[in-house]
């Protein structure tokens, strides 16, 4: 049973910064790929960051996101338990003020060139907001 668990979500200045974490358990590290996306009122889900937990495939971020958000993993992976990856945001805008969710997809048998963050993403956590002002 795959759970995943947002948490970090915040309200912050423009400029400021924050760091979202994504608690999951379920599924073999190894064997997954996590995406953080956001969803802002009246607009569509938008792909923000997506990485390879296996670190075989690129780690992939949206144009609008690159060279403010890091996508990363807790150094401390296990294959039994909770692991948790981060998305750090700096230089937050306004236009980054949305409801925040991570998701994960078993993608180790997905071929190797494929953009992680293009995924139909399976398991999903309830979303932690972040408001920008």
């Known amino acids: ?6 948490s970090g979500g915040g309200s912050v200045q423009a400029g400021g910064s924050l760091t979202l974490s994504c608690t ?11 995406g953080w996306f956001r969803r802002a009122p009246g607009k569509e889900r938008e792909g923000v960051a997506a990485m390879d937990m296996d670190s075989v ?9 690159k060279g403010r958000f890091t996508i990363s993993k807790d150094p ?7 692991n948790i990856v ?12 949305a409801m925040y969710y991570c998701a994960a997809e078993p993608c180790a048998l997905y ?10 993403y399976t398991y999903w956590g309830q979303g932690t907001q972040v408001t920008v002002s």
């Open 57 to 65: 495939r690129s780690t992939s971020y949206a144009d609008s996101v």
């Open 76 to 82: 401390r992976s296990v294959d039994n338990g909770e």
């Open 111 to 120: 071929e190797l060139e494929g953009d992680p963050l293009r995924y139909a």
């Open 1 to 6: 049973h795959v759970q995943l668990v947002e």
């Open 24 to 34: 999951y358990s379920g599924y073999a590290y190894k064997e997954v790929c996590i």
């Open 86 to 97: 981060y998305l750090q945001m700096n230089n937050l805008k306004s236009e980054d003020t």
